[in-house]
DNA sequence: TTTACTGCAAATTCTTTGCAACAAC
DNA sequence: GTTGTTGCAAAGAATTTGCAGTAAA
């Protein structure tokens, strides 16, 4: 789905719950939608604040991903401990994610089989799923070898001791 | 490893870092790994209350289940928003989750399958995995069942609109 | 004009922390 | 005795909520 038919959809979404199409409303979607990455309430919120526009407070920043929520445009996801992030569902395809220790950044993988046997393991018990999360958490190709380098280095360099 | 065991180890792990067995260490690992349930660190701690034994401050609580993790003696689970949910991993051979949205049980299972299909994922793109976390979300067998009753009497006498 | 929405600041929920008294080692 | 621990109450971080003014429909 494209973006153009995402927005309809939401303000579909709106006008069926008899909600109104706010320029708040307005700019925390596009602002949401206009990129892949993954967000938190408060990233959104800074990137708001950052651009020009309609004021939009951090309360109605929580307001509205709730609505997106619902509507199931986005979905969130816990990325170990702390705040939740986001990521917009519609109009992209089913994914799970690979999550790095050291740089934070978030990887998205997706393999048929799993799923197949995701959807045998809860079949064989009865559980009807509505959602689910599959996130592995580690270190990414790029940090891996970042922090291989510095091993050799110390090595090299002879270093003092290994510190957390 | 059995119980006995694994208190033998919980020993050790203070003793290499110069910590100290109290009391109140030693009722906070009794009482979790006592459990096959899943626990808040406020039910821990309600646990702890209503029980008989040295008095044991919510602060101890976190603090000693955040020394439980560092050991790895216990895992942290998210199960949707809110509070952190810790199972014993020491003694506990690896699973995954369903969580159940109706009645808050949490099932097990595991897939020695999809294990490798993870792992081949991961693999696949120098991700080096640290640990992680699958959870289907959804309803168990028991609440669908209620559930699906609870319409056909709904059909049966005629109900009102359906809220939620 | 009606009904919903927004910003603000206060409230909540879960978790962490500073500090003085206290208990292992 | 030392050094790490505990409980308490206050602090923090993320998110929610009550309310009076504001803006869509």
């Keep these: ?3 153009e038919a995402i927005r309809k959809s939401f303000e579909r979404f709106l ?7 706010t320029s708040q409303r307005s700019r925390i979607f596009e602002r949401a939608f206009s990129t892949h990455e993954h967000f938190s309430a408060e990233t959104l919120y800074d990137w708001l604040r950052e651009e020009e526009g309609p004021k939009v407070s951090r309360a109605t920043v929580y307001r509205t991903l709730g609505l997106l929520l619902e509507g199931r445009f986005i979905q969130s996801l816990d990325v170990g401990r702390g ?7 519609t109009g992209h395809a089913h994914h799970d994610h ?3 220790l050291a740089c934070g950044k978030i990887e998205e993988f997706h393999d048929e089989r799993i799923e197949a ?9 009865g559980f ?3 959602s689910h999360a599959h ?3 580690g270190y990414c ?3 891996v070898r970042k922090a291989r380098r510095e091993d050799e280095e110390e090595q090299r360099f002879g270093g003092g001791a290994a510190t957390e």
Tied chains: 1, 2.
């Design 141 to 143: 190709r790029g940090c």
């Design 128 to 130: 009807v799923v509505v």
């Design 15 to 21: 006008r069926t719950r008899d909600l109104k199409l």
């Design 135 to 137: 996130r592995l958490v």
């Design 98 to 100: 690979m999550v790095c």
């Design 83 to 89: 705040e939740l992030v986001y990521e917009h569902v």
């Design 1 to 3: 789905m494209k973006h």
């Design 117 to 125: 046997l995701q959807a045998e393991a809860s079949a064989k018990r």
